[in-house]
């Protein structure tokens, strides 16, 4: 089998240690980055729908400032928000390189598209169901957690999953500058060597993560809405 595989991808095989700890390592970055993304991220998503010009906690202030915020990190590249954050990462990991120097800049990257997509997600709840729970007496807080988070459950499901996909690609970019993973594997051993199988079986890889991740969240989604 190996003698096989090392006919097609010589290069690959040789470096199938290394391949399977950058594996790891992506998943790593993605799963802690968008645990602690979600976790603030839907809040502030939330705080945007209930704040809004005519909802339940009306505060244009807040809104508009933290709408502000969100749309500047957001018009950002990943790839500037990378080095433009350097000083706060060093401060709160220590380090700007590996797995600890990626994960912060992929926190500060992702949560305002959790947020924008929560937003989103909770805009298209019928307002006659939030009208409904106000006439039974149901106070603000009520509100949000039996109404908007319950009926907005498929689309932060489907938010999250979005989230997910474009955290993998976030972490191949934060590999290009020595944040670890598949993106950094596929620099120092492909790209760098022109090793085309190298790059090649690198891009398959997280293909196949991304397309798992995208059926799982549709089936989530499939099984919510029933």
Do not use: C
């Not at 500037?80 to 220590?94: D, E, S, Y």
């Amino acid at each position: 089998m190996l003698e096989w595989l090392n006919s097609l991808i010589p290069n690959v095989v040789d470096l199938y240690p290394e391949l399977i700890k950058a594996f790891w390592e992506t998943i790593n970055m993605v799963i802690v980055s968008g645990v602690v993304s979600a976790l603030v991220g839907i809040p502030i998503g939330v705080i945007l729908v209930v704040t809004r010009e005519g909802n339940i906690l009306e505060n244009k202030v807040i809104f508009k400032a933290i709408g502000g915020i969100i749309n500047i990190f957001r018009s950002i590249p990943f790839v500037i928000l990378l080095t433009a954050i350097i000083p706060v990462t060093r401060f709160l990991v220590g380090t700007t390189i590996g797995i600890k120097g990626a994960i912060v800049p992929l926190i500060f990257g992702t949560v305002p598209f959790v947020a924008r997509q929560i937003e989103s997600a909770l805009l298209e709840i019928d307002e006659g169901v939030i009208e409904a729970a106000k006439a039974m007496g149901s106070s603000s807080l009520e509100i949000i957690f039996r109404v908007l988070l319950v009926e907005g459950l498929p689309g932060i499901v489907y938010a999250l999953t979005i989230t997910t996909v474009s955290l993998i690609g976030f972490s191949a970019v934060a590999g290009t500058v020595g944040g670890g993973g598949l993106g950094d594997f596929a620099i120092r051993y492909g790209y760098q060597y022109f090793k085309t199988d190298v790059m090649v079986v690198t891009i398959i890889i997280l293909l196949i993560v991304v397309n798992i991740i995208q059926a799982l969240g549709e089936y989530l989604l499939r099984r919510l809405s029933h």
